[in-house]
């Protein structure tokens, strides 16, 4: 059988392009992508001719079989998503899981993940981490979520839509109370950004800014884990503010 690359690209800045991406996608014989138009343009930036065809979360099960018959027909095929890294809050799972157990070799194409070029220069703890990915869109289910990861230890990730951002940062400052965090916006681009500080400080750095691009929040353990959780969001908030946490 042929062999499937998992390859990562550019979250922005075109120059985090690997050289290693370039060879094995000018080399494969099918590159599955997300969204083939957008892609198409990368690849033609790095002059990569090869098929395209795409691979996205609702065509998953029909295309997957359909590139796992090519692997196993002895083609190999390099999956790329939109931006960094494929299988990270992307589609891709199903067919490297698919392609493990059908004996077909993966081989991944390291390169850039939002999370981890986040985590990078965020200066929160980096020793260990959680990768918390997209929280529920609807609040009542993000809330729930949120709070079963209040006694969390370690600096947790998430990925944010820009509009959703200040309710997320809201809610978590309700369920986690005054957090040390990091909103980590326009990685790699020209208005690439950390706003760091508590949640309330955060919060109202970003309050009233129209807030543009790709974010990723990152929070810190509860320094003093035990503390009653938190009811009043605008009380606290004030307060926090005051006593200029
Ligand atoms: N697979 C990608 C990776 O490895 O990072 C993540 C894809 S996920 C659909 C998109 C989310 O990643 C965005 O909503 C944002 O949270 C984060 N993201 C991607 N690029 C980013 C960037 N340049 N700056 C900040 N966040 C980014």
Do not use: W
Request: charged content about 20%; overall charge negative.
């Amino acid at each position: 059988p042929g062999v499937l690359y998992i390859v990562a690209t550019p979250i922005g800045n075109l120059e985090d392009m690997t050289f290693r991406a370039v060879r094995i996608l000018k080399e494969v014989d099918l590159v599955a992508a997300e969204d083939t138009r957008h892609s198409r343009k990368l690849l033609t930036h790095f002059g990569i001719s090869r098929p395209l065809t795409s691979y996205y979360d609702h065509n998953q099960n029909l295309k997957g079989n359909y590139l796992l018959e090519r692997l196993q027909g002895g083609e190999s095929v390099a999956l790329i998503s939109d931006a960094g890294t494929p299988c990270i809050s992307d589609p891709g799972y199903q067919l490297v899981r698919d392609a493990v157990a059908a004996g077909i070799t993966v081989v991944p194409v390291p390169g850039p993940s939002a999370a981890i070029c986040a985590l990078s220069a965020a200066g929160l703890p980096t020793d260990s981490f959680v990768f918390a990915g997209f929280l529920p869109n609807r609040s009542g289910k993000r809330r729930e979520k949120l709070a079963s990861l209040a006694g969390e230890q370690r600096v947790m990730v998430f990925y944010e839509s820009p509009n959703r951002l200040l309710a997320t940062l809201t809610d978590m400052l309700e369920l986690f109370g005054p957090r040390e965090t990091v909103v980590a916006r326009e990685l790699t681009k020209i208005y690439e950004e950390f706003i760091r500080g508590s949640l309330p400080s955060v919060i109202s750095n970003l309050d009233g800014r129209q807030i543009k691009g790709e974010v990723v929040i990152l929070v810190a353990p509860d320094d003093a884990p035990g503390a009653p959780p938190v009811t009043a969001v605008p009380e606290l908030l004030r307060r926090c503010l005051e006593e200029g946490l």
